[in-house]
């Protein structure tokens, strides 16, 4: 069974700064990309970020790109999202989640086989 919990959401003023982890667990993850959506209310679930597990190639979306960075712990198998510069436009539910190795990184959430809960970011002016 593979869980993904995501941990480190919360209440943070404009300009502030958050770092979300998610915690792999119920197999190995070498050879899976790894990725960040988010899902504002009223609106569908987008991609943010992912990472390759084995080769740390890393893709943005490109309003997050300069602000956001991806990372991971193949040891502890967790990854991170450090969120800088956060706007309010930011706020959303993130999920964590994990698709099958390819050499192109996925940004549709069908893509996505193991998902986590998701945790509140919330972004005030």
């Known amino acids: 069974q593979v869980q993904l919990v995501e941990s480190g959401g919360g209440l943070v003023q404009t300009g502030g700064s958050l770092r979300l982890s998610c915690a792999a667990s119920?197999?190995?993850?070498?050879?899976?990309?790894m990725a960040w959506f988010r899902q504002a209310p009223g609106k569908e679930r987008e991609f943010v970020a992912a990472?390759?597990?084995?080769?740390?190639?890393?893709l943005y979306a490109e309003s997050v790109k300069g602000r956001f960075t991806i990372s991971r712990d193949n040891a502890k198998n967790m990854v991170y999202l450090q969120m800088n510069s956060l706007k309010s436009e930011d706020t959303a539910v993130y999920y964590c989640?994990?698709?099958?190795?390819?050499?192109?990184?996925?940004?549709?959430?069908?893509?996505?086989?193991?998902w986590g809960q998701g945790t509140q970011v919330t972004v005030s002016s």
């Open positions: 989640a994990a698709a099958p190795f390819s050499l192109v990184i996925p940004t549709t959430p069908i893509k996505y086989a193991n």
């Open positions: 990472i390759h597990w084995s080769n740390s190639g890393t």
């Open positions: 119920g197999r190995s993850f070498s050879s899976s990309i």
